[in-house]
C-alpha cells in the first residue's frame, strides 16, 4: 500500500485541529500553512477539499482553480455523501496518483459535521 507522507492543512482552521490528532495516531506528518504562501504549489502533490453538500468556500475554490492550472490532482469529498464511496474513491485516488504530500482544506463546519469523525475513522492512507 502506499504511504502517504505529509499532509498540509490550513493554519488557525478547525479542521487543522482535528486533523493534528488523526494524523499523529497514523504517523503522518502535519503541517500547517499559509495558503496564500508562495510555496504551497511546490510543497503540495495535491488537494483534496472537503465540503457539505458542495458549499465551497470562493478561497478554497480559487485554490482548486491553481491546483488545475498546475495540473496536479484535486479531489472532492462530499462529507455528507454516501461515505463508503467517498472513502473508497478518496483511497484509490491517493494511491493511484502516489500522493506523497496532500493539502486538506475543509470549512470550519465540517468538524461539527457528524459525518467527519465517520469518515476520518474509516479512512485508511497510512
Do not use: P
Not at 510543497?43 to 477539499?49: H, M, P, Q, R, Y
Not at 457539505?52 to 455528507?80: C, M, P, Q, T, Y
Not at 459535521?113 to 492512507?125: G, T
Amino acid at each position: 500500500m502506499h504511504k502517504l507522507t505529509k499532509i498540509y492543512t490550513e493554519a488557525g482552521n478547525s479542521l487543522s485541529g482535528y486533523l493534528k490528532g488523526w494524523a499523529e495516531e497514523r504517523n503522518i506528518d502535519l503541517e500547517e500553512i499559509d495558503l496564500k504562501s508562495d510555496e504551497l504549489l511546490e510543497k503540495c502533490d495535491s488537494l483534496v477539499i472537503l465540503h457539505e453538500n458542495h458549499d465551497i468556500s470562493k478561497d478554497h475554490a480559487e485554490l482548486r482553480e491553481s491546483f488545475d492550472v498546475k495540473n496536479k490532482g484535486v479531489h472532492k469529498i462530499d462529507i455528507n455523501g454516501t461515505m463508503v464511496v467517498a472513502l473508497s474513491q478518496f483511497e484509490i485516488w491517493v494511491e493511484r496518483n502516489k500522493i506523497k504530500n496532500l493539502l486538506v482544506l475543509g470549512e470550519n463546519q465540517v468538524v461539527e459535521n457528524e459525518n467527519n469523525e465517520r469518515f476520518f475513522s474509516r479512512l485508511k492512507l497510512a
